[in-house]
């Protein structure tokens, strides 16, 4: 190692801290930076690793050598006699984290904090590059997401185990410009390496995905005859069996449905449900006309008026909201076969962007619901290959505007979905990608069984502190790095690191897709050369006489 760049002072403020005291006269002992202290266990020395969590100045120049500007205080400091390498001190306070042991393949706290004077070295590149991520980079199952904020491009890359991502969930949290959508495009390419090759999904309710059409062309994920695939699915692309819709997906999408009207739904939805074993064996392959047919029945069987005004009045709204056939989504008797939808080197991404929000929370519970019971019955041997519930590999589902499917405090018909999948996904190979400007708004249960996190820039206090509610792996200073975080800069913590870490995610293969509108350029493109005709015969009916409104120009 090099000179030591401080010595232990004594215990920290908290459990697991220590202080130590140090010139810093390279300012290299940034927040979030990792030094490293010898200590004996078992008869043999550690190298025990411990992440700074602040730094407080405890001695500097006196401020009248700051008073005249335009003097270099390190000049009076010299006339004086003051040493400039010596002249100022920093105490830091650090977390300890442990010696990493090999054959546990984590990190062990020894429970003994660093001696008073014991020597503080700033932690080696290669000792850091072995220690934090749990895969090296370019093996089976890792994914190169930056590198080491602390450090300089390059020289401790940050690699994440894509396993432990899809296994124990991930969420991306970040507030609105930070660089959530941008971050989450890293992972799948990273996903999509010929290491790795993972079957994905994207529920991209505002169309910022479309640019990972470009992944084919990426020769970074190109290896040993392989290339990625992407698709991009427009609304009315994907289509879904209405039969495969619940009673309470019904419910849910139909609008201002009464106490009555919920009582008719339930009585055809279970005849259309006996008339589809009767015609094909399957309870899932009603059409809406069996439907329709049998709310028919239920207002016609009805004496009372009013309980027949309540089953036109239910099928005047399914008829207006369960809309079936060429472009639309529902379907009487296709649906899109899930190997198309989710294959091994292949990202999908279904766009939802003209889709009513109601109809997108049913939409993507019909599909979650399809995906976990195509796993579960696969997983158990209970269909064969060509049978349509056949998905004979692990998926992972990345769902953007998690809060829209998983709000906190209400009952929609995606959250009870994703708290399954959430909870028991791991056993059968479904692995789920929240992300999210809003955390406040996102259930605790949802965000809480997430293992994963990519914490990014948070301002809003409410989103704080949910996020400190939530996320049990990353410490309290940590955490309040959050509003300070630049865009691309992330706080990697969870299952598929060793210990959080500040990380400056890569730049990407593909282009980004979700900036905003650039207004000013597109008003100056509006009123270039090429649209002035079309300008004029727009403007030409308010020159009209008998307008009330007038166009004025200068002479």
């Known amino acids: 190692m090099s000179q030591p760049l401080g010595r232990a002072k004594g215990p920290g403020p908290r459990p697991h801290t220590f202080l130590f005291v140090s010139a810093d006269a390279d300012q290299t002992l940034k927040i979030g930076e990792f030094v490293v202290y010898p200590v004996r266990v078992d008869g043999r020395e550690q190298q025990v690793l411990a992440r700074i969590n602040e730094r407080e100045a405890i001695r500097l120049y006196p401020d ?109 949290i970040a507030s609105t410009g930070a660089g959530k959508s941008y971050t989450a495009s890293v992972l799948i390419e990273e996903m999509l390496r010929p290491t790795t090759r993972a079957a994905i999904l994207i529920i991209d309710p505002h169309g910022e995905y479309s640019t990972l059409n470009e992944i084919p062309n990426a020769r970074e994920l190109y290896g040993d005859g392989y290339r990625p695939e992407a698709r991009i699915y427009a609304p009315g692309d994907v289509r879904i069996r209405v039969g495969t819709l619940e009673q309470g997906d019904l419910r849910y999408l139909l609008p201002n449905v009464s106490e009555r009207m919920s009582y008719v739904l339930g009585r055809a939805y279970r005849t259309a449900e006996a008339a589809s074993r009767r015609r094909c064996g399957e309870a899932d392959r009603w059409t809406r006309a069996e439907l329709e047919d049998a709310i028919e029945k239920e207002g016609e069987n009805e004496a009372d008026s009013f309980d027949r005004g309540s089953a036109n009045a239910l099928l005047w709204r399914l008829r207006s909201t369960v809309r079936t056939g060429a472009g639309h989504i529902f379907d009487d008797q296709e649906q899109t076969p899930l190997e198309e939808l989710l294959r091994p080197g292949r990202v999908s991404v279904m766009q939802l962007s003209q889709v009513d929000s109601r109809e997108q929370q049913v939409i993507v519970a019909a599909l979650l619901r399809r995906i976990f019971t195509a796993r579960l019955r696969t997983k158990n041997g209970q269909v064969d290959e060509g ?169």
Not at 72 to 94: C, K, W
Not at 486 to 496: D, E, L, P, R
Request: hydrophobic content about 40%.
């Open 64 to 172: 009248g050598f700051s008073a005249d500007p335009t003097v270099d205080p390190n000049r009076i400091a010299a006339m004086v006699g003051y040493s400039g390498r010596t002249s100022e001190l920093f105490q830091m306070t650090a977390e300890v984290i442990g010696y990493y042991d090999e054959a546990l393949g984590d990190f062990v706290n020894p429970r003994i904090p660093p001696r008073v004077g014991t020597p503080i070295w700033l932690a080696d590149n290669a000792y850091l590059s072995h220690v934090l991520s749990r895969r090296r980079v370019d093996e089976q199952g890792a994914g190169s997401m930056g590198w080491l904020l602390s450090r300089p491009r390059g020289e401790v890359p940050v690699a994440i185990d894509l396993a432990a991502v899809v296994s124990t969930h991930l969420a991306i």
């Open 387 to 555: 049978d349509e519930f056949y998905l004979p590999y692990p998926v992972f589902i990345l769902i953007e505007e998690a809060h829209n499917f998983a709000p906190s405090g209400e009952d929609i018909v995606t959250t009870g979905i994703l708290k399954k999948i959430l909870a028991e996904g791991r056993k059968f190979g479904v692995g789920v990608g929240l992300i999210s400007q809003r955390p406040g708004k996102l259930d605790s249960d949802v965000l809480s069984q997430c293992n994963t996190q990519f914490l990014m820039r948070i301002v809003n206090p409410v989103d704080q502190s949910k996020v400190r509610e939530g996320v049990e792996a990353v410490g309290r200073e940590l955490l309040d790095e959050l509003p300070a975080l630049t865009k691309g800069q992330a706080i990697i913590s969870g299952a598929a690191v060793n210990t959080p870490m500040l990380c400056q995610i890569r730049p990407r293969y593909t282009t980004h897709g979700g900036a905003g509108a650039d207004a000013p350029e597109e008003w100056v493109r509006y009123m270039g050369g090429s649209n002035v005709a079309r300008r004029q015969r727009e403007s030409a009916p308010l020159q009209q006489p008998g307008r009330r409104a007038r166009l004025f120009k200068s002479e």
